[in-house]
Each structure stands twice: as C-alpha cells, then as structure tokens.
T-cell receptor
Framework: ETGVTQSPTHLIKTRGQQVTLRCSSQ?????VSWYQQALGQGPQFIFQ???????GRGNFPPRFSGLQFPNYSSELNVNALELDDSALYLC???????????FGQGTRLTVV | GIQVEQSPPDLILQEGANSTLRCNFS?????LQWFHQNPWGQLINLFY???GTKQNGRLSATTVATERYSLLYISSSQTTDSGVYFC??????????FGQGTRLTINP
C-alpha cells in the first residue's frame, strides 16, 4: 500500500510569484486535505477536496486554491506569494471526511 | 470553533522515564488522533482514538469523550521518542483541529 506522497520536498520562491504543490493520496482514499504549519505552531486547515470538489475551507484568502483529480491526487496553488506564506505545507488523505487521516512528508516553502 | 489545548507545552525527561501528555477539547468530537512529528516535519500516526483506550508497545492512549480530554502515555522513554506530539480532533466530516503540541525532549 502506497502512502501519501508530496512534491517537491523543498522550494524557494520570490514574493509575488505563484507556486503549485502536489499530493498523491494513499491507495483507497478519496478525500484530500491541505494544512499550513508555521514554525512552532500546529497545522492549520486550508481546505479539503472530495470527489473533485472543495468540501470545506479554513480561514485562508482566495489566492490559496486547489484541485483534485479523478485519481484523487491533488494540487495546492498559491498566487501572489507573501513572506508570511513561508511554512510547511502538509497534505493528508483519508477514506472519507472525518475518518483517520494520514499525512505526507510535507513541502517546505520559503518565500524571499 | 472548537478549541484544543495540550499540556505541558514542553517536557524534558531522562531516558527510561515515563510521561503523560494531555489534550483537552472544548466540544464533542467525532474523531481524535495523536501524532508524532519527526524532525523532518512528517506527522506520524500514533493513535486514532475517538473514545476508549488503545495500546501500541510502549505507547498507550485514553480518550474520555464525555469529559473532553485525551491522554497519551509513553513508558520507558527512549531518545528516539523526542519530538513534538500533536493531538487533533474532528467535528463533523472535515478539518482536523490541532493543538499547539507538546515538545518532548528525552536526554540520554
């Protein structure tokens, strides 16, 4: 059984640029959620995707957007990057919403 | 929204000691998970425990849903147990709400 995988593991972007992060869900899981973790904090919910539709969103601006594909993999897109977007971005998958979630290794984004 | 509080925020112990980490939550929940975040940032699943008690080797967890708390026990600590432990809860079918974590340091 393949676990949750994220790519890339690290990247550095310049303020104002756009970035796309990718996540492959665990086999048999149809729900993907994205979280942002700032240094020294707990992860914060960005949004969740189920059956290719956004199914819940946290307190993040519209420049954070996402997609889910028919194979349940997902992308997180962030436009007009700001310095405060520097964080660890975590993807989680689960069989359905609310059941046990499993996380990928994360993407560490640095905005300079 | 639901609030999750973890205590203590920091815990420093000698190898071989036992520890108890606590997670309080402010409302009823459908799901509660404990995670260990490794030095590279990945969240490792420890327990999925909306209620009751579970054990896995030196680790065990108890959730008392009616009193809105969960405890994570680590016995005979090893240096590899060091890291940040998070409790996270779910209401409904959507987001996990995380506590601020407990940073555990096990000294040899």
């Amino acid at each position: 059984e393949t676990g949750v995988t994220q790519s890339p593991t690290h990247l550095i972007k310049t303020r104002g640029q756009q970035v796309t992060l990718r996540c492959s869900s665990q086999s048999g899981h149809n729900t993907v959620s994205w979280y942002q973790q700032a240094l020294g904090q707990g992860p914060q919910f960005i949004f969740q995707y189920y059956r290719e539709e956004e199914n819940g969103r946290g307190n993040f601006p519209p420049r954070f957007s996402g997609l889910q594909f028919p194979n349940y993999s997902s992308e997180l897109n962030v436009n007009a990057l700001e310095l405060d977007d520097s964080a660890l971005y975590l993807c989680a998958s689960s069989r359905t919403g609310g059941t046990e979630a499993f996380f990928g290794q994360g993407t560490r984004l640095t905005v300079v | 929204g639901i609030q999750v509080e973890q205590s203590p925020p920091d815990l420093i112990l000698q190898e071989g000691a036992n520890s108890t980490l606590r997670c309080n939550f402010s409302d009823s929940v459908n799901n509660l998970q404990w995670f260990h975040q490794n030095p590279w940032g990945q969240l490792i699943n420890l327990f999925y425990i909306p209620s009751g008690t579970k054990q896995n080797g030196r680790l065990s967890a108890t959730t008392v849903a009616t009193e809105r708390y969960s405890l994570l026990y680590i016995s005979s600590s090893q240096t590899t147990d060091s890291g940040v432990y998070f409790c996270a809860v779910v209401q409904g079918a959507q987001k996990l709400v995380f506590g601020q974590g407990t940073r555990l340091t096990i000294n040899p």
